[in-house]
């Protein structure tokens, strides 16, 4: 049914009633009030006709030009009707382009292609299809969720410590300003293409001021290098978080929402945010460079949330600990290499995961690299876990590895 074809079935039925009462009323008072009444039907119908459509008029962003911003920001094109067109003319967005240009298709030959086919091929067998992605501890990095579940989901979840800051319409900018902008979202964007995830501090000191700070400049610029159009952006409270809510439609044509919160996780801090968190529940949980903050007890809280509400968690050795995954609920399939954590991280070796790894049928060298083993091929050590709530697990795919049962642990 069509939107107005909807606001003209709702004023029908809410007139009828009223039109009862009128008619019930004329019956009692006489007729000498009908006029009367049907002269205050027609402001009523008036009225709701109003009500009706205020409701179906989508409300509209504050600034609406953020499509064309993430073209321009991202380097591409933009339409000759587009107020921003004349800038692409300047020597220092040329320069932009061409840097910002060659470092993504290092990166996507590198890293995205790769990633996109070992995801096509391992994960729609064994994960139900999901909804919903939630990617904890990422900060802006929306490039891995996007390769890894490109079709299924609608909704992607991410959250970090990064504030949303802020996007200066780029038409009100001077050409120094614009230029001190383009270097900020490169030099931010290159270690995200160079080592596959944003470090924290690096990237406070790179977006902290500027035209284009915080981490909003920076989906925007890797949502339109993804190919994805930007329909609307808003900022909101998550549960109590800074947020921010992105509409976008998908290279697929499929309209999709992500969801950035500012929000630290540790326990004691989030809980009104994962109660929001909580109403997306199932999702498909993401998690990678995460600093092994889930192996601490002060994670303890946003770890048995992800246990709890997840179907399905992928993740690098960063993320939950092996031990926490009993095999009375989920089934585990290993991927990759594990050879450790990096030297910065080498109190957090799993003896269980390693052992695990040594029986595994799917454990071989991956072609590219996740988290903070970027390097892929046999001295890299990329590693990934898959593990899947068994009434989700598909019966006639043979199971990976079977841990040894252990009581649930309740932190």
């Given at each position: 049914?069509?939107?107005?074809?909807?606001?003209?079935?709702?004023?029908?039925?809410?007139?009828?009633?009223?039109?009862?009462?009128?008619?019930?009323?004329?019956?009692?008072?006489?007729?000498?009030?009908?006029?009367?009444?049907?002269?205050?039907?027609?402001?009523?119908?008036?009225s709701l006709a109003a009500q009706?459509?205020?409701?179906?008029?989508?409300?509209?962003?504050?600034?609406?030009?953020?499509?064309?911003?993430?073209?321009?920001?991202?380097?591409?094109?933009?339409?000759?009707?587009?107020?921003?067109?004349?800038?692409?003319?300047?020597?220092?967005?040329?320069?932009?382009?061409?840097?910002?240009?060659?470092?993504?298709?290092?990166?996507?030959?590198?890293?995205?292609?790769?990633?996109?086919?070992?995801?096509?091929?391992?994960?729609?067998?064994?994960?139900?299809?999901?909804?919903?992605?939630?990617?904890?501890?990422?900060?802006?990095?929306?490039?891995?969720?996007?390769?890894?579940?490109?079709?299924?989901?609608?909704?992607?979840?991410?959250?970090?410590?990064?504030?949303?800051?802020?996007?200066?319409?780029?038409?009100?900018?001077?050409?120094?300003?614009?230029?001190?902008?383009?270097?900020?979202?490169?030099?931010?964007?290159?270690?995200?293409?160079?080592?596959?995830?944003?470090?924290?501090?690096?990237?406070?000191?790179?977006?902290?001021?500027?035209?284009?700070?915080?981490?909003?400049?920076?989906?925007?610029?890797?949502?339109?290098?993804?190919?994805?159009?930007?329909?609307?952006?808003?900022?909101?409270?998550?549960?109590?978080?800074?947020?921010v809510r992105i509409r976008f439609?998908?290279?697929?044509?499929?309209?999709?929402?992500?969801?950035?919160?500012?929000?630290?996780?540790?326990?004691?801090?989030?809980?009104?945010?994962?109660?929001?968190?909580?109403?997306?529940?199932?999702?498909?949980?993401?998690?990678?460079?995460?600093?092994?903050?889930?192996?601490?007890e002060d994670f303890s809280q946003?770890?048995?949330?992800?246990?709890?509400?997840?179907?399905?968690?992928?993740?690098?050795?960063?993320?939950?600990?092996?031990?926490?995954?009993?095999?009375?609920?989920?089934?585990?399939?290993?991927?990759?290499?594990?050879?450790?954590?990096?030297?910065?991280?080498?109190?957090?070796?799993?003896?269980?995961?390693?052992?695990?790894?040594?029986?595994?049928?799917?454990?071989?060298?991956?072609?590219?690299?996740?988290?903070?083993?970027?390097?892929?091929?046999?001295?890299?050590?990329?590693?990934?876990?898959?593990?899947?709530?068994?009434?989700?697990?598909?019966?006639?795919?043979?199971?990976?590895?079977?841990?040894?049962?252990?009581?649930?642990?309740?932190?």
């Amino acid at each position: 049914m069509k939107l107005g074809e909807q606001i003209a079935a709702k004023i029908f039925l809410r007139s009828l009633r009223s039109l009862r009462l009128i008619v019930f009323s004329c019956v009692l008072c006489g007729y000498s009030l009908l006029v009367k009444f049907v002269f205050f039907f027609y402001l009523l119908v008036a009225s709701l006709a109003a009500q009706e459509v205020r409701r179906a008029i989508p409300v509209k962003p504050i600034y609406a030009g953020y499509n064309e911003d993430a073209l321009l920001l991202a380097g591409k094109e933009l339409p000759a009707t587009s107020s921003l067109a004349s800038l692409q003319l300047s020597s220092s967005y040329q320069a932009h382009c061409l840097a910002l240009q060659k470092m993504w298709t290092e990166y996507e030959q590198r890293h995205l292609l790769p990633m996109r086919q070992w995801s096509a091929q391992e994960l729609p067998q064994r994960i139900p299809l999901p909804s919903t992605v939630c990617y904890l501890f990422g900060g802006p990095d929306i490039l891995n969720p996007l390769a890894l579940f490109p079709d299924a989901a609608s909704t992607y979840l991410l959250c970090g410590k990064e504030p949303i800051g802020l996007l200066t319409p780029p038409e009100q900018l001077s050409p120094e300003q614009l230029h001190r902008g383009f270097l900020t979202i490169r030099e931010a964007t290159q270690t995200a293409l160079q080592f596959g995830y944003f470090i924290t501090k690096e990237m406070r000191s790179q977006t902290i001021d500027g035209p284009f700070q915080g981490v909003l400049p920076l989906l925007l610029t890797l949502l339109s290098l993804t190919g994805n159009q930007i329909v609307s952006v808003e900022r909101l409270s998550l549960g109590g978080a800074p947020g921010v809510r992105i509409r976008f439609i998908a290279p697929s044509s499929a309209e999709k929402t992500l969801y950035y919160a500012q929000q630290d996780l540790s326990n004691g801090n989030g809980r009104s945010f994962l109660r929001w968190l909580q109403k997306f529940a199932p999702v498909v949980s993401y998690l990678k460079a995460a600093s092994y903050l889930l192996h601490e007890e002060d994670f303890s809280q946003a770890r048995n949330f992800l246990l709890q509400n997840s179907t399905a968690i992928l993740q690098d050795d960063s993320g939950i600990p092996f031990r926490y995954f009993d095999s009375l609920d989920w089934t585990i399939y290993l991927f990759g290499d594990y050879k450790g954590p990096i030297e910065l991280f080498r109190l957090k070796y799993q003896a269980d995961l390693a052992a695990a790894y040594q029986t595994s049928l799917l454990a071989a060298p991956m072609n590219f690299g996740t988290g903070y083993q970027f390097q892929p091929g046999l001295s890299g050590g990329a590693n990934l876990l898959l593990a899947v709530r068994k009434y989700f697990t598909p019966r006639a795919l043979p199971i990976d590895i079977t841990p040894v049962s252990k009581h649930k642990h309740k932190n």
